[in-house]
């Protein structure tokens, strides 16, 4: 196999982090920002420098992500299989940033890695036993970290509920500071192993390795690639999760971000790769309602469930129809 279609994968990959780097910035920062905790650029700065860390911390989801769709030693064509993954992966995410849209580059991911094993090498090689694990993930960890954004938002009103809202309001903000480090690092241990995971596919599909372990070449890459989209920072996203669900003081922002980073952090050490974006919106939404049900905007969070919902379906079928355009132009 030529080199340079391997080299695109790489680019392609890179490029994906660089994006989810961007796009999921918001999901970090967005109740940091939107209380005045830190300033903008400070902000995402943070996010960076965290994100860069987080994902040189682990590897486990990594290897899920590289078998758990489909075996990649089997595959005839796997190296387009994943190019045609990729360029369905990042068109759906620059969508989604677009519009602002804080949609999952996990589901994303996941979609058009199915949608393209099944054009590429039928329905048969998909790993259904890993995918049902996966799924089971993306599915559970947005439930689970509702509840915990709920329940700590709920002990913190009992805490706090004698006190002055100015003081607390003043206490939380500096604490903020802590968790939305915390969040970003979480952030890069999850989000920044998609990227390798489907580096190392490639590899093992092209003959170059034959086992999933993470190169330390792809690790770097990966995490400088996951940085620097980062410091880019993604507005549109900030502005959707920070203040149109509801009114976030810095106490609910505090709530909001320790539960979510706790999800994302207990899924990377159990090796399962989760949606950083449906876990963080998930724990929002969850204190939320915590701090007055009806305080949360139900409309644009219904908005937000849609798009998670359409997004695996859609990306499949985009994935499908990339790898059918690389197969009738460059594999017949």
């Known amino acids: 196999m030529d080199m340079y279609v391997l080299w695109i994968v790489v680019f392609l990959a890179l490029s994906f982090d660089f994006i989810n780097g961007f796009h999921d910035t918001a999901n970090a920062i967005a109740t940091t920002v939107s ?16 994100n860069f860390v987080g994902a040189l911390t682990f590897t486990g989801v990594a290897a899920t992500i590289g078998k758990g769709v489909a075996d990649p030693s089997k595959l005839e064509h796997g190296v387009e299989i994943v190019i045609a993954a990729l360029l369905s992966a990042i068109a759906w995410n620059l969508i989604t940033w677009w519009f602002g849209i804080p949609s999952s580059s996990s589901h994303a991911l996941i979609g058009s890695l199915m ?11 998909v790993n259904a036993e890993g995918l049902k694990k996966i799924i089971t993930a993306l599915i559970a960890s947005p439930l689970i970290a509702f ?11 009992l805490i706090f509920a ?20 915390f969040q970003s690092f979480s952030h890069g241990t999850n989000d ?5 995971g489907i580096i190392v ?12 372990s993470v190169p330390l ?46 999800v994302i952090l207990t899924a990377t050490m159990i090796h399962l790769p989760v949606s950083t974006t449906h876990v963080i919106t998930s724990s929002i939404l969850g204190v939320g309602s915590a701090k007055r049900f009806s305080a949360v905007k139900w409309g ?20 499908m129809l990339f790898f059918w355009l690389i197969d009738l132009f460059f594999l017949q």
């Open 115 to 125: 949608g393209a094993v099944i054009a590429g090498a039928g329905i048969g090689n």
């Open 201 to 212: 596919f490639a590899l093992v599909a092209a003959g170059i390795q034959d086992d999933m």
């Open 192 to 196: 920044a192993q998609k990227a390798m």
């Open 147 to 157: 509840t915990a954004g709920f329940i700590i938002m709920w002990i913190l009103k």
């Open 35 to 50: 209380t005045r905790a830190l300033k903008p650029r400070v902000a995402i700065l943070l996010a960076a420098v965290m």
């Open 300 to 319: 644009v969070a219904g908005k937000i469930l849609i798009s998670w919902i359409i997004t695996i379906p859609i990306t499949i079928l985009m994935a």
């Open 162 to 181: 004698k006190s002055s809202p100015h003081q607390v309001n003043k206490g939380f903000r500096f604490g903020q500071i802590l968790t939305a480090a």
């Open 217 to 262: 070449w792809v690790k770097l890459s990966a995490a400088a690639a996951m940085a620097l989209g980062t410091s880019v920072g993604g507005w549109k996203i900030i502005k959707t999760m920070g203040t149109k669900i509801f009114k976030i003081e810095p106490i609910n922002g505090f709530a909001a971000d320790i539960g979510s980073a706790a």
